[in-house]
Nanobody, 120 residues
Framework: VHLVESGGGLVQAGGSLRLSCAASTSTTHKLFLRGWYRQAPGKQRELVATRAPNSDTTDYGDSVKGRFTISRDNVENTIYLQMNSLKPEDTAVYYC?????????????WGRGTQVTVSS
């Protein structure tokens, strides 16, 4: 499984960025692109946004609700994160997460991350 994130960068507070995560896999198990997490220096990795399989159900971290939007292109096997009204506290490395199910057990995969830096 190979996850490649892109779209990070430096932006001023109030600005916008759009992250992308493209997945490729040789596994025979179905791979599901779940969503995004982030980790700021000295902090634990936290949920940003996830989207349930085969539905429009989404889950957002409290700090990003109303500002970030997750979407998925199943044909291109790509997941996106539109980030608006960015704040300095959104500065972090953003990781894409994918999951397969093997014998009833979840197996998670992570990208290498993309840096988002929001200046005040």
């Amino acid at each position: 499984v190979h996850l490649v994130e892109s779209g990070g960068g430096l932006v001023q507070a109030g600005g916008s960025l759009r992250l992308s995560c493209a997945a490729s896999t040789s596994t025979t198990h179905k791979l599901f692109l779940r969503g995004w997490y982030r980790q700021a220096p000295g902090k634990q990795r936290e949920l940003v946004a996830t989207r349930a399989p085969n539905s429009d159900t989404t889950d957002y971290g409290d700090s990003v609700k109303g500002r970030f939007t997750i979407s998925r292109d199943n044909v291109e096997n790509t997941i996106y994160l539109q980030m608006n009204s960015l704040k300095p506290e959104d500065t972090a490395v953003y990781y894409c997460n994918a999951r397969t199910t093997v014998g009833g057990t979840f197996v998670d995969y992570w990208g290498r991350g993309t840096q988002v830096t929001v200046s005040s």
